[in-house]
């Protein structure tokens, strides 16, 4: 299986910081990476895929890059709803796999 | 708007078997390949299985294999997942997902999980 390792795993940030998020794949996944927030008691929400296609909705302050086996989340300017726990997920090759999450926090 | 209801979590002794599923309305079901993943308490995320458009194609995660089975009825816009020989590592909140719209032969690219249930809580225990 693809081994996917997020760092860091926990994140202390304030409003306003700007905030990155590493994903490495244990092996080429090219682009099939997707990023997903979740909200303490809520379902995750999908936030990027195709490594840095916002999906609908979602505020231009996200962003996504890389390929291979090293992607970035950016949350160029954090808000308020912003703090939660973050997980990459690869869908080049079954099973699909996720990282362990980064949550991220109020300092 | 999209939705997607799952039931049929509940508490089973190791060893039973339950049927979970996930109504879904909103958009077109059949133009979605669909996912089941689920989180124990306090972990992450494990993607568990997934079914093709058609229901002919279907993938597990390792530790489910032989033991889940997961089918659809595109009549019924619904989407199940049969688990068999349920062990306490089971215990989990169960999430129904969709891909990406595809409208191609294969939906590689569009495998990302789109929209989400609010899931349906399995617990495993004697």
């Known amino acids: 299986d693809i081994q996917m390792t997020q760092s860091p795993s926990t994140l202390s940030a304030s409003v306003g910081d700007r905030v990155t998020i590493t994903c490495r794949a244990s092996q080429n996944i090219r682009s099939f990476l997707a990023w997903y927030h979740q909200r303490p008691g809520k379902a995750p929400k999908l936030l990027i895929y195709q490594t840095s296609t916002l999906e609908s909705g979602v505020p231009s302050r996200f962003s996504g890059s890389g390929s291979g086996t090293e992607f970035t989340l950016t949350i160029s300017s954090l808000q308020a709803d912003d703090f939660a726990t973050y997980y990459c997920q690869q869908y080049h090759t079954y099973p699909w796999t996720f990282g362990q999450g980064t949550k991220v926090e109020i300092k | 708007e999209v939705q997607l209801m799952e039931s049929g979590g509940g508490l089973i002794q190791p060893g039973g078997s339950l049927r979970i599923s996930c109504v879904a309305s909103?958009?077109?079901?059949?133009?979605?390949?669909m996912n089941w993943v689920r989180q124990a308490p306090g972990k992450g995320l494990e993607w568990v299985s997934n079914?093709?458009?058609?229901?002919?194609?279907?993938h597990y995660v390792g530790s489910v294999k032989g033991r889940f089975i997961i089918s659809r009825d595109n009549a019924k816009n619904s989407v199940f997942l049969q688990m068999n020989n349920l062990r306490a590592e089971d215990t989990a909140m169960y999430y129904c997902?969709?891909?990406?719209?595809?409208?191609?032969?294969?939906?590689?690219?569009?495998?990302?999980?789109?929209?989400w249930g609010q899931g349906t809580l399995v617990f495993v225990s004697s």
């Open positions: 909103g958009f077109t079901f059949n133009n979605y390949e």
């Open positions: 079914i093709t458009r058609s229901g002919s194609g279907t």
């Open positions: 997902a969709t891909g990406g719209f595809c409208a191609d032969d294969e939906c590689q690219g569009t495998a990302y999980l789109q929209y």
